[in-house]
């Protein structure tokens, strides 16, 4: 097993994104393996307040001084609020991608999108196959 953080109550995709539900709302970041391969990250892209985005369709961009990545809806739904500390410091990723490094909030239009996304172990053992 990789040294990578996968805290069991999230949902994963195998973009790297990872969800929490709360309610109606789906708080939305990069997993800690994203940020790893990544590196230091200095921008991110946030989308506008009021969009609404499909399942899979990228909302957002990270870059760092090695690549840009987009980031893609893990759900369907409605942005409601943005991580606006991230344009300031988006190294706050690099730090704690599960707390202070969450990117957006989607108000859910669909919950059940979340179904199919992986759980932790399945998420953990995906990111360990990567590294062979």
Same mark, same amino acid.
């Given at each position: 097993?990789?040294?990578?953080?996968?805290?069991? %109550?999230?949902?994963?995709?195998?973009?790297?994104?990872?969800?929490?539900? %709360?309610?109606?709302?789906?708080?939305?970041?990069?997993?800690?393996?994203?940020?790893?391969?990544?590196?230091?990250?200095?921008?991110? !892209?946030?989308?506008?307040?009021?969009?609404?985005?499909?399942?899979?369709?990228?909302?957002?961009?990270?870059?760092?001084?090695?690549?840009?990545?987009?980031?893609?809806?893990?759900?369907?739904?409605?942005?409601? %609020?943005?991580?606006?500390?991230? !344009?300031? !410091?988006?190294?706050?990723?690099?730090?704690?991608?599960?707390?202070?490094?969450?990117?957006?909030?989607? %108000?859910?239009?669909?919950?059940?999108?979340?179904?199919?996304?992986?759980?932790?172990?399945?998420?953990?053992?995906?990111?360990?196959?990567?590294?062979?």
């Amino acid at each position: 097993m990789g040294s990578w953080n996968t805290p069991a %109550e999230l949902k994963y995709t195998k973009n790297d994104e990872w969800l929490r539900i %709360e309610g109606a709302i789906g708080i939305i970041g990069i997993s800690d393996y994203a940020q790893d391969q990544l590196n230091d990250i200095v921008f991110v !892209e946030l989308p506008e307040v009021g969009a609404t985005f499909q399942k899979g369709q990228s909302f957002g961009v990270v870059e760092s001084v090695k690549a840009a990545s987009d980031i893609y809806a893990p759900v369907s739904g409605k942005v409601i %609020e943005v991580n606006t500390a991230l !344009e300031d !410091e988006p190294e706050v990723i690099n730090a704690d991608p599960y707390g202070k490094g969450w990117i957006v909030k989607f %108000e859910l239009s669909n919950p059940v999108d979340a179904d199919d996304l992986l759980d932790a172990a399945a998420y953990a053992a995906y990111c360990d196959s990567r590294q062979s």
